[in-house]
């Protein structure tokens, strides 16, 4: 068993007290993945689903739209969950977030949590005392607040209010960086059927032109190439734009978001 956290509130503090809490409410070890924006969520979920192959366990991603986004919302982006297989996702539906999962066609709908019945049952339950209502109904760390409670509420079998999301409500990924590692590799939302990819084509891209090559091995030293990367879903595996030897992402000034066609 299994708890990731997939988390744009990334700090010390928000990081320990969201692991704490898993810890105490699952009881077995918690990885986190500290992230940026919705496009890194979408690629962290997918290459997480993958590792776990199904296996008994928990994923809680949330990421918040900054700067006003999220006022269409009643607080914010709701959250949602499904499953795939034994893992259970409790994850904000808004964004990208899920837009690697409706590509990779993992699902066709998620269940969107009634906040407040949710925190109703909690109560009922045992799970937090009365006085906390409110507080998780209009708390701004609702990733910490109300996310591994409800997890907990599902993983023990308890029916919560929830309403059907179909996944085509979902925004279509773009042909896009989702990751930068730590080598200036440079992680694409794009599989090899999307562009045609042929070892030795030549792909026309915003950032320009590069060769294709099935390995990183087979780049030349310090000549960049789009390849197929580790990232992905089964066998179904994700481009990267790379430097053979150096950053690609500090040769050419990508960062998650930038757009490649």
Same mark, same amino acid.
């Given at each position: 068993m299994f708890t990731t956290i997939i988390n744009d509130c990334r700090d010390q503090n928000a990081l320990a007290r969201q692991a704490t809490r898993a810890l105490t409410l699952f009881g077995y070890g918690v990885s986190i993945i500290g992230v940026e924006d919705d496009l890194q969520t979408a690629g962290n979920l997918i290459d997480v689903l993958d590792a776990s192959e199904g296996k008994k366990g928990?994923?809680?991603?949330?990421?918040? *739209?900054?700067?006003?986004?999220?006022?269409?919302?009643?607080?914010?982006? *709701? @959250?949602?969950? @499904?499953?795939?297989?034994?893992t259970l996702v409790v994850s904000t539906i808004d964004g990208y977030c899920l837009s690697l999962i409706k590509k990779f066609s993992l699902i066709d709908s998620v269940k969107v949590f009634d906040l407040p019945k949710t925190v109703n049952l909690m109560i009922k339950h045992g799970y937090v005392k009365s006085e906390f209502h409110d507080l998780i109904v209009n708390s701004q760390f609702r990733s910490y607040d109300f996310a591994p409670r409800a997890a907990k509420l599902?993983?023990?079998?308890?029916?919560?209010?929830?309403e059907k999301y179909p996944l085509e409500n979902v925004k279509d990924i773009p042909k896009t960086i989702w990751w930068v590692d730590n080598f200036g590799n440079c992680k694409t939302t794009v599989l090899p059927k999307d562009i045609g990819f042929? *070892?030795?084509?030549?792909?026309?891209?915003?950032?320009?032109?590069?060769?294709?090559? *099935?390995?990183?091995k087979d780049v030349p030293n310090?000549?960049?190439?789009?390849?197929?990367?580790?990232?992905g879903f089964g066998t179904k595996q994700l481009l990267e734009l790379v430097i053979q030897g150096k950053s690609a992402a500090k040769e050419f000034g990508i960062t998650s978001g930038s757009i490649l066609f």
């Open positions: 928990l994923i809680i991603a949330n990421v918040a *739209p900054r700067h006003g986004g999220g006022k269409k919302w009643e607080n914010g982006t *709701p @959250f949602g969950y @499904f499953f795939f297989k034994d599902i993983v023990d079998k308890i029916e919560v209010a929830s042929k *070892p030795g084509k030549i792909l026309k891209t915003k950032l320009g032109e590069f060769q294709c090559y *099935p390995r990183l310090h000549k960049p190439g789009i390849i197929v990367g580790s990232s």
